[in-house]
Protein backbone atom coordinates (compact mmCIF):
# COMPACT_ATOMS: atom_id res chain seq x y z
CA UNK A 1 0.00 0.00 0.00
CA UNK A 2 1.74 3.49 -1.00
CA UNK A 3 -0.87 5.92 -0.25
CA UNK A 4 -3.40 6.43 2.31
CA UNK A 5 -5.95 9.31 2.13
CA UNK A 6 -7.79 10.47 5.41
CA UNK A 7 -10.44 12.09 5.23
CA UNK A 8 -11.95 13.18 8.69
CA UNK A 9 -15.80 14.90 7.61
CA UNK A 10 -18.57 16.20 9.81
CA UNK A 11 -22.33 16.54 7.66
CA UNK A 12 -20.57 16.41 4.30
CA UNK A 13 -23.03 14.50 2.44
CA UNK A 14 -23.24 17.18 -0.77
CA UNK A 15 -19.34 16.68 -1.07
CA UNK A 16 -18.30 12.81 -0.73
CA UNK A 17 -19.45 11.48 -4.14
CA UNK A 18 -17.88 14.23 -6.47
CA UNK A 19 -14.71 14.23 -4.01
CA UNK A 20 -14.13 10.43 -4.02
CA UNK A 21 -14.49 10.32 -7.95
CA UNK A 22 -11.97 13.29 -7.91
CA UNK A 23 -9.54 10.86 -5.80
CA UNK A 24 -9.61 7.86 -7.79
CA UNK A 25 -9.55 10.02 -11.17
CA UNK A 26 -6.19 11.43 -9.53
CA UNK A 27 -5.14 7.64 -8.38
CA UNK A 28 -5.61 5.96 -11.63
CA UNK A 29 -3.91 8.19 -13.41
CA UNK A 30 -0.91 7.57 -11.45
CA UNK A 31 -1.29 4.15 -10.63
CA UNK A 32 -1.34 4.46 -7.23
CA UNK A 33 -2.20 1.03 -4.87
CA UNK A 34 -4.38 3.27 -2.34
CA UNK A 35 -6.65 3.53 0.34
CA UNK A 36 -9.11 6.33 1.26
CA UNK A 37 -10.52 6.49 4.63
CA UNK A 38 -13.64 8.39 5.56
CA UNK A 39 -13.52 9.15 9.09
CA UNK A 40 -17.15 10.08 9.62
CA UNK A 41 -17.05 12.01 12.76
CA UNK A 42 -20.60 11.42 14.15
CA UNK A 43 -22.43 12.97 11.03
CA UNK A 44 -26.20 13.41 11.67
CA UNK A 45 -27.24 13.83 7.80
CA UNK A 46 -26.74 10.97 5.30
CA UNK A 47 -22.92 11.14 5.20
CA UNK A 48 -22.65 7.44 6.30
CA UNK A 49 -25.02 5.72 4.06
CA UNK A 50 -23.26 7.22 1.05
CA UNK A 51 -19.37 6.70 2.18
CA UNK A 52 -21.16 2.58 2.85
CA UNK A 53 -22.37 2.87 -0.75
CA UNK A 54 -19.18 4.37 -1.99
CA UNK A 55 -17.13 1.71 -0.59
CA UNK A 56 -19.79 -1.08 -1.74
CA UNK A 57 -18.42 0.26 -5.06
CA UNK A 58 -14.79 0.39 -4.70
CA UNK A 59 -12.77 -1.76 -2.37
CA UNK A 60 -10.22 0.98 -1.64
CA UNK A 61 -12.80 2.79 0.18
CA UNK A 62 -12.80 2.06 4.58
CA UNK A 63 -15.17 3.75 7.01
CA UNK A 64 -14.70 4.72 10.08
CA UNK A 65 -17.84 6.34 12.19
CA UNK A 66 -17.90 7.67 15.37
CA UNK A 67 -21.17 7.53 17.97
CA UNK A 68 -21.15 10.99 18.30
CA UNK A 69 -19.08 14.07 16.95
CA UNK A 70 -15.82 14.38 18.68
CA UNK A 71 -13.56 16.63 16.82
CA UNK A 72 -11.28 16.65 13.83
CA UNK A 73 -8.00 15.73 16.28
CA UNK A 74 -10.02 12.53 17.09
CA UNK A 75 -11.39 11.83 13.82
CA UNK A 76 -7.99 12.25 12.90
CA UNK A 77 -6.02 10.11 15.44
CA UNK A 78 -8.85 7.18 14.22
CA UNK A 79 -7.69 7.09 10.90
CA UNK A 80 -4.30 7.18 12.02
CA UNK A 81 -4.39 4.30 13.47
CA UNK A 82 -6.21 2.38 10.53
CA UNK A 83 -3.75 3.80 8.02
CA UNK A 84 -1.62 1.44 6.81
CA UNK A 85 -0.03 3.39 3.66
CA UNK A 86 3.60 4.32 3.13
CA UNK A 87 2.88 7.72 2.37
CA UNK A 88 -0.70 9.12 4.61
CA UNK A 89 -2.49 12.23 3.17
CA UNK A 90 -5.18 14.37 5.16
CA UNK A 91 -7.19 16.41 3.68
CA UNK A 92 -11.24 18.08 3.71
CA UNK A 93 -14.08 16.58 2.81
CA UNK A 94 -15.20 19.78 1.77
CA UNK A 95 -13.74 20.17 -1.29
CA UNK A 96 -11.75 23.04 -0.47
CA UNK A 97 -8.13 20.89 -0.98
CA UNK A 98 -7.34 19.34 -4.30
CA UNK A 99 -6.43 15.98 -5.23
CA UNK A 100 -4.49 16.78 -7.34
CA UNK A 101 -1.80 17.82 -5.15
CA UNK A 102 -1.15 14.23 -3.58
CA UNK A 103 1.26 13.25 -6.28
CA UNK A 104 3.38 15.80 -5.85
CA UNK A 105 2.92 15.78 -2.04
CA UNK A 106 3.64 11.82 -2.46
CA UNK A 107 6.95 12.12 -4.09
CA UNK A 108 8.09 15.09 -1.84
CA UNK A 109 7.66 12.19 1.12
CA UNK A 110 8.79 9.49 -0.85
CA UNK A 111 12.03 10.58 -2.89
CA UNK A 112 12.72 13.69 -0.96
CA UNK A 113 12.82 12.13 2.22
CA UNK A 114 10.50 14.76 4.02
CA UNK A 115 9.10 13.27 7.36
CA UNK A 116 6.03 15.83 7.01
CA UNK A 117 4.58 18.16 4.36
CA UNK A 118 2.55 20.68 5.41
CA UNK A 119 -0.08 22.68 2.55
CA UNK A 120 0.18 26.08 2.48
CA UNK A 121 -3.35 27.89 1.35
CA UNK A 122 -1.04 31.22 0.32
CA UNK A 123 -4.12 32.46 -1.68
CA UNK A 124 -7.31 31.55 0.36
CA UNK A 125 -11.03 31.74 -0.54
CA UNK A 126 -12.05 32.33 2.95
CA UNK A 127 -13.75 35.34 4.18
CA UNK A 128 -10.63 37.71 5.02
CA UNK A 129 -12.02 39.48 8.66
CA UNK A 130 -13.50 35.77 10.33
CA UNK A 131 -10.39 33.72 8.76
CA UNK A 132 -7.55 35.26 6.77
CA UNK A 133 -6.55 38.37 9.57
CA UNK A 134 -6.78 36.04 12.89
CA UNK A 135 -5.19 33.22 10.90
CA UNK A 136 -1.75 35.30 10.22
CA UNK A 137 -1.39 36.17 13.83
CA UNK A 138 -2.13 32.52 14.74
CA UNK A 139 0.46 31.41 12.50
CA UNK A 140 2.91 33.98 13.92
CA UNK A 141 2.51 32.80 17.26
CA UNK A 142 2.32 29.55 16.59
CA UNK A 143 5.91 29.51 14.84
CA UNK A 144 7.30 32.13 17.74
CA UNK A 145 6.47 29.67 20.30
CA UNK A 146 6.96 25.95 18.43
CA UNK A 147 10.25 27.30 16.26
CA UNK A 148 8.66 24.97 13.63
CA UNK A 149 8.54 27.33 10.43
CA UNK A 150 5.38 26.71 8.75
CA UNK A 151 3.23 29.66 7.03
CA UNK A 152 -0.22 27.77 7.13
CA UNK A 153 -0.44 26.09 10.66
CA UNK A 154 -4.06 25.04 10.15
CA UNK A 155 -4.29 23.67 6.57
CA UNK A 156 -6.21 20.33 6.32
CA UNK A 157 -3.66 18.99 3.45
CA UNK A 158 -0.74 17.52 4.72
CA UNK A 159 1.30 14.15 4.01
CA UNK A 160 3.52 12.39 5.96
CA UNK A 161 5.91 9.39 6.72
CA UNK A 162 3.87 6.42 8.10
CA UNK A 163 6.22 6.45 11.17
CA UNK A 164 5.26 9.49 11.97
CA UNK A 165 1.62 9.30 12.49
CA UNK A 166 1.90 5.77 14.05
CA UNK A 167 4.57 8.19 16.66
CA UNK A 168 2.22 10.93 17.42
CA UNK A 169 -0.82 11.42 19.29
CA UNK A 170 -3.55 14.27 18.65
CA UNK A 171 -5.43 14.78 20.91
CA UNK A 172 -8.21 17.46 22.35
CA UNK A 173 -8.01 19.75 19.55
CA UNK A 174 -4.23 19.55 18.50
CA UNK A 175 -4.76 18.58 14.97
CA UNK A 176 -4.01 22.30 14.11
CA UNK A 177 -0.22 21.73 15.89
CA UNK A 178 0.61 18.12 14.18
CA UNK A 179 4.17 19.63 12.68
CA UNK A 180 4.67 20.68 16.20
CA UNK A 181 3.75 17.00 17.86
CA UNK A 182 5.91 15.64 14.97
CA UNK A 183 8.84 17.59 15.60
CA UNK A 184 8.35 16.97 19.45
CA UNK A 185 8.33 13.29 18.43
CA UNK A 186 11.86 14.03 17.04
CA UNK A 187 10.95 14.11 12.93
CA UNK A 188 12.15 17.64 12.24
CA UNK A 189 12.22 17.02 8.57
CA UNK A 190 9.53 19.43 7.50
CA UNK A 191 8.67 20.89 4.80
CA UNK A 192 5.61 23.19 3.28
CA UNK A 193 3.90 23.27 -0.08
CA UNK A 194 1.85 26.01 -1.43
CA UNK A 195 -1.62 24.14 -2.48
CA UNK A 196 -4.50 25.52 -4.35
CA UNK A 197 -7.31 26.47 -2.27
CA UNK A 198 -11.30 26.46 -3.35
CA UNK A 199 -14.42 28.29 -1.92
CA UNK A 200 -16.51 26.25 0.57
CA UNK A 201 -18.56 24.42 -2.55
CA UNK A 202 -21.27 23.03 0.15
CA UNK A 203 -22.57 23.37 3.49
CA UNK A 204 -20.78 26.36 6.27
CA UNK A 205 -18.10 25.68 7.56
CA UNK A 206 -17.86 23.61 11.04
CA UNK A 207 -15.78 25.95 12.88
CA UNK A 208 -16.74 29.50 14.40
CA UNK A 209 -14.86 32.24 16.02
CA UNK A 210 -14.17 30.27 18.71
CA UNK A 211 -11.57 28.41 17.18
CA UNK A 212 -9.04 31.12 17.70
CA UNK A 213 -9.60 31.04 20.94
CA UNK A 214 -9.04 27.36 21.85
CA UNK A 215 -6.34 27.70 18.98
CA UNK A 216 -4.60 29.92 21.24
CA UNK A 217 -5.48 27.76 24.37
CA UNK A 218 -4.09 24.90 22.87
CA UNK A 219 -0.67 26.61 22.08
CA UNK A 220 -0.07 27.53 25.25
CA UNK A 221 -0.28 24.07 26.46
CA UNK A 222 1.68 22.73 23.66
CA UNK A 223 4.33 25.18 25.08
CA UNK A 224 4.13 24.01 28.49
CA UNK A 225 3.76 20.58 27.54
CA UNK A 226 7.11 20.44 25.09
CA UNK A 227 9.08 22.13 27.74
CA UNK A 228 8.08 21.22 31.32
CA UNK A 229 5.64 17.99 30.44
CA UNK A 230 8.43 15.68 31.82
CA UNK A 231 9.80 17.88 34.46
CA UNK A 232 6.99 20.34 36.16
CA UNK A 233 9.23 21.00 39.26
CA UNK A 234 11.61 23.09 36.85
CA UNK A 235 9.11 25.65 35.89
CA UNK A 236 6.78 25.87 39.71
CA UNK A 237 9.96 24.88 41.71
CA UNK A 238 11.91 27.45 40.28
CA UNK A 239 9.24 29.67 40.95
CA UNK A 240 8.06 28.54 44.30
CA UNK A 241 12.05 29.14 45.98
CA UNK A 242 11.93 32.42 44.18
CA UNK A 243 8.33 33.37 45.27
CA UNK A 244 9.23 32.01 48.93
CA UNK A 245 12.72 33.49 49.10
CA UNK A 246 10.73 36.92 48.23
CA UNK A 247 8.66 36.44 50.44
CA UNK A 248 10.99 35.70 53.82
CA UNK A 249 13.35 38.15 52.97
CA UNK A 250 10.40 40.76 53.49
CA UNK A 251 9.61 38.80 57.06
CA UNK A 252 13.30 38.66 58.34
CA UNK A 253 13.27 42.82 57.20
CA UNK A 254 10.16 43.16 59.52
CA UNK A 255 11.54 40.82 61.91
CA UNK A 256 15.19 43.01 62.27
CA UNK A 257 13.40 45.90 62.25
CA UNK A 258 11.18 45.48 65.18
CA UNK A 259 13.20 43.83 67.34
CA UNK A 260 16.84 46.33 66.96
CA UNK A 261 16.02 48.91 64.97
CA UNK A 262 12.54 50.63 65.14
CA UNK A 263 11.04 49.00 68.27
CA UNK A 264 8.66 51.40 68.80
CA UNK A 265 7.22 51.51 66.19
CA UNK A 266 3.95 50.73 64.07
CA UNK A 267 2.74 47.22 64.68
CA UNK A 268 3.96 44.65 62.18
CA UNK A 269 0.66 43.78 60.70
CA UNK A 270 0.01 47.76 59.91
CA UNK A 271 2.88 47.60 57.20
CA UNK A 272 2.45 46.67 53.82
CA UNK A 273 5.39 44.44 53.85
CA UNK A 274 3.94 42.25 56.15
CA UNK A 275 1.13 41.58 53.73
CA UNK A 276 3.72 40.98 50.49
CA UNK A 277 5.37 38.79 52.73
CA UNK A 278 2.55 36.64 53.65
CA UNK A 279 0.99 36.31 50.36
CA UNK A 280 4.63 35.76 48.48
CA UNK A 281 5.42 33.08 51.04
CA UNK A 282 1.76 31.58 50.27
CA UNK A 283 2.46 31.55 46.89
CA UNK A 284 5.71 30.10 46.90
CA UNK A 285 4.88 26.99 48.72
CA UNK A 286 1.49 26.56 46.70
CA UNK A 287 3.99 26.12 43.43
CA UNK A 288 6.64 24.06 44.78
CA UNK A 289 3.67 21.89 46.21
CA UNK A 290 2.53 21.53 42.52
CA UNK A 291 5.70 21.00 41.24
CA UNK A 292 5.84 18.04 43.60
CA UNK A 293 2.48 16.95 42.09
CA UNK A 294 3.46 17.34 39.01
CA UNK A 295 6.39 15.21 39.09
CA UNK A 296 4.41 12.73 41.03
CA UNK A 297 2.54 12.40 38.17
CA UNK A 298 4.86 11.74 35.64
CA UNK A 299 6.52 9.71 37.80
CA UNK A 300 3.35 7.27 37.83
CA UNK A 301 2.91 7.38 33.95
CA UNK A 302 4.70 4.46 34.13
CA UNK A 303 3.36 2.45 31.81
CA UNK A 304 3.01 5.69 29.37
CA UNK A 305 6.30 5.28 26.79
CA UNK A 306 8.07 8.53 26.61
CA UNK A 307 10.45 7.76 23.62
CA UNK A 308 9.58 6.64 19.88
CA UNK A 309 11.53 4.03 18.52
CA UNK A 310 13.00 4.58 15.20
CA UNK A 311 13.77 1.36 13.95
CA UNK A 312 15.27 -2.24 15.39
CA UNK A 313 17.11 -5.14 14.52
CA UNK A 314 16.46 -8.42 15.07
CA UNK A 315 13.44 -7.83 17.47
N1 LIG B 1 -14.70 18.25 10.64
C1 LIG B 1 -14.76 17.10 11.43
N2 LIG B 1 -15.21 17.20 12.72
C2 LIG B 1 -15.58 18.39 13.27
C3 LIG B 1 -15.48 19.56 12.47
C4 LIG B 1 -15.03 19.45 11.17
O1 LIG B 1 -14.42 16.00 10.96
O2 LIG B 1 -15.97 18.42 14.44
C5 LIG B 1 -14.21 18.14 9.25
C6 LIG B 1 -15.07 18.84 8.23
O3 LIG B 1 -16.14 18.02 7.81
C7 LIG B 1 -14.08 19.09 7.12
C8 LIG B 1 -12.80 19.38 7.88
O4 LIG B 1 -12.97 18.82 9.18
O5 LIG B 1 -13.89 17.93 6.33
C9 LIG B 1 -12.49 20.86 7.95
O6 LIG B 1 -13.62 21.56 8.46
P1 LIG B 1 -14.14 22.92 7.84
O7 LIG B 1 -14.12 22.85 6.36
O8 LIG B 1 -15.45 23.22 8.49
O9 LIG B 1 -13.03 23.93 8.37
P2 LIG B 1 -12.47 25.22 7.61
O10 LIG B 1 -12.18 24.83 6.18
O11 LIG B 1 -13.53 26.25 7.73
O12 LIG B 1 -11.23 25.55 8.38
MG1 LIG C 1 -13.18 23.79 4.85
Given at each position: MQLSIIIPLLNEEESLKELHDWIVTVMQSNHFLYEIIFVD??????SWDIIKSISDANSNVKGIRFFKNYGKSQALHAGFKAANGEVIITMDADLQDSPEEIPELFQLIKT????LISGWKKKRYDSVIAKNIPSKLFNWAARRT???????????LKAYKNQVIKNIKVSGEMHRYIPVLAKNAGFSNIGEKIVTHQARKYGKTKFGMERFINGFLDLITIWFVSKFGKRPMHLFGALGVLMFIIGFSFAMYLGIDKLF????????????QFYISLTAMILGTQLFLAGFLGEIMVQSR?????YNISERVNL
Amino acid sequence: MQLSIIIPLLNEEESLKELHDWIVTVMQSNHFLYEIIFVDDGSTDTSWDIIKSISDANSNVKGIRFFKNYGKSQALHAGFKAANGEVIITMDADLQDSPEEIPELFQLIKTEGYDLISGWKKKRYDSVIAKNIPSKLFNWAARRTSGVKLHDFNCGLKAYKNQVIKNIKVSGEMHRYIPVLAKNAGFSNIGEKIVTHQARKYGKTKFGMERFINGFLDLITIWFVSKFGKRPMHLFGALGVLMFIIGFSFAMYLGIDKLFINTTGRLITDRPQFYISLTAMILGTQLFLAGFLGEIMVQSRTNETRYNISERVNL
